[in-house]
């Protein structure tokens, strides 16, 4: 059986990541190559460290020209306010601060 995210190693983790992007690559589909990127960041946001990300404004990976601002983390979760008034939650490795 394989083991939840929250309980892989570091080296398990970026195994885990490796493959993802392995996969994004070769995915023959959109949907598979999202599929996949999302396997890829939320691995990665195990390996971080949530109290790196204080509540403020952030970019999003994928959304270049849309503010998030940052409410607070819930696990490897930011959730907050997309634009003017659009709740929303990203893993922390999607955010990169402004």
């Known amino acids: 059986m394989k083991k939840l995210y929250s309980q892989m ?7 885990e990541m490796l493959d993802s992007l ?19 960041y939320t691995a990665k946001a195990y390996t971080l460290n949530p109290a790196d990300y204080p ?4 970019k999003v990976e ?7 601002q940052l ?9 907050g306010v997309m634009g003017e008034d659009l709740e929303a939650s990203f893993p922390l490795s999607m955010l990169s601060r402004v």
Do not use: H
């Open 62 to 68: 994928g959304y270049s020209d849309v503010i998030f």
């Open 9 to 15: 190693s570091r080296e398990e983790l970026e195994a």
């Open 71 to 79: 409410r607070y983390i819930n696990g490897i979760m930011g959730w």
């Open 22 to 40: 392995k996969a994004m690559e070769q995915a023959e589909f959109p949907s598979q190559k999202e599929q996949f990127e999302r396997k890829y």
């Open 55 to 58: 509540p403020g404004a952030y």
